[in-house]
């Protein structure tokens, strides 16, 4: 039978991440269970590859704050180029009570060390996104530090540097189920046989609540299929457009990495219900043009290049926030449910459970309110800027 000290269950950019921070800090015997023969064939592949520190609640506010800082050095902590581009969020509104709470949540983000961010009237964002239609705008928020990231480049960094400090990964490796005995870990039990362990961090993603259930473990997760539109301009479109997000419809745009005429467009579909399907329905693209109609010419004017049109699965839990640390059963770690801020909030993520395993809390950041425990006392966060 094999075994490893601490086994990974899932090899996206989260499972990465709890391996990279774990062998910095000196952890050796590190296995990464990874089922496809290659990694970003999950949710890691299919994300947007946003970031940014314009939330509503103090701890995603935080975990930005500390991923963002980690981006910009990520090169220097990995050896790969993760793309980071700031090129900021323009959140708009199109009442005053959304105007508001954008606005509160802006003065609580500068209260936290978010710098960069302020308020931006309809005429400061015809400016800032040329040809956009802002007659029913009454006002926004932007966020200079926020833009984008390439999800596979912060994926492959995590892991060729876990690699390089001692950890391994196994991939085409199904997990079964978590054993336990006592109350505590004990192996677990994969397509390619049992290996026992004494530690477990599940990080997978959509997928980990049929896991956890074999332990014993309601982990309150659903996947939801979230889809993106990639289209492409005849003509150039204006040089740093940022990532520009509707807060009432949730539709938003950002360009394509390193193209001045192909962008991307989504917007959170109320018609879609939970399920693990990530086929792209081409019902979606008419939906997207109605809001990009009404929005800028330029905007309606592209053309589908249905090729690159692709979905991918949020991990939801029922306030929208993260699950981080551990459970009634011993050494069992969770980091899931990050509700589509999963690559962005990865380097913070990955620390805490780092400092979880290894010195029982989260020292450099309090995560406590994203513990599992919070489902069954009702302690829930809220966060309005979710799309």
Not at 104 to 111: G, P, T
Not at 152 to 159: A, S
Not at 174 to 189: D, Q
Not at 276 to 291: C, G, L
Request: aromatic share 10%; net charge negative.
């Amino acid at each position: 039978m094999k075994n490893a000290e601490i086994i990974i269950i899932g090899g996206g950019v989260i499972g990465a991440s709890v391996a990279y921070h774990l062998t910095a800090r000196g952890a050796k015997d590190v296995l990464l269970l990874e089922r496809e023969a290659a990694q970003g064939f999950g949710s890691t592949g299919k994300a947007t590859g946003g970031v940014r520190a314009q939330f509503e609640t103090d701890i995603n506010i935080k975990m930005s704050l500390y991923s963002i800082e980690l981006f910009e050095n990520f090169k220097e902590l990995t050896d790969t180029d993760c793309g980071y581009e700031p090129r900021g969020y323009l959140f708009f509104a199109t009442d005053d009570t959304q105007f508001d709470r954008l606005k509160r949540n802006v003065e609580k983000q500068k209260s936290l060390g978010v710098k960069g961010v302020e308020f931006v009237d309809a005429q400061t964002i015809s400016e800032i996104v040329r040809g956009l239609n802002c007659d029913d705008i009454v006002g926004g928020t932007f966020g200079a530090r926020d833009g984008f990231i390439n999800p596979l480049g912060v994926l492959e960094g995590f892991t060729r540097k876990a690699i390089e400090n001692g950890a391994q990964i196994q991939f085409e490796t199904e997990v079964f189920s978590i054993k336990t005995a006592s109350g505590k870990v004990k192996s677990v039990s994969t397509n390619e046989g049992e290996i026992e362990c004494e530690t477990v961090v599940l990080c997978a993603g959509a997928w980990a609540r049929s896991i956890a259930q074999t332990a014993g473990i309601n982990l309150p997760v659903e996947p939801l299929k979230r889809q993106i539109v990639w289209a492409k301009s005849e003509n150039n479109l204006q040089e740093n457009l940022p990532m520009v997000i509707d807060l009432g419809s949730g539709f938003h745009f950002r360009p394509a990495k390193d193209s001045l005429t192909e962008i991307l467009f989504a917007y959170p579909d109320q018609d879609e219900t939970p399920s693990f399907d990530t086929n792209f329905d081409e019902s979606f693209i008419p939906k997207v043009y109605e809001r990009a109609k009404h929005r800028a010419a330029f905007l309606y004017e592209t053309k589908v290049v249905r090729e690159r049109c692709r979905a991918g699965l949020y991990e939801n839990t029922p306030d929208h926030h993260a699950i981080l640390g551990g459970c009634a059963i011993e050494n069992l770690y969770f980091a899931n449910g990050f509700s589509g801020h999963g690559v962005m909030h990865s380097p913070a993520a990955g620390r805490a459970i780092t400092e979880i395993i290894l010195d029982g809390e989260a020292k450099f950041l309090d995560v406590s309110c994203l513990s599992l425990a919070r489902f069954a006392t009702g302690k829930l966060l809220h966060e309005t800027a979710f799309i």
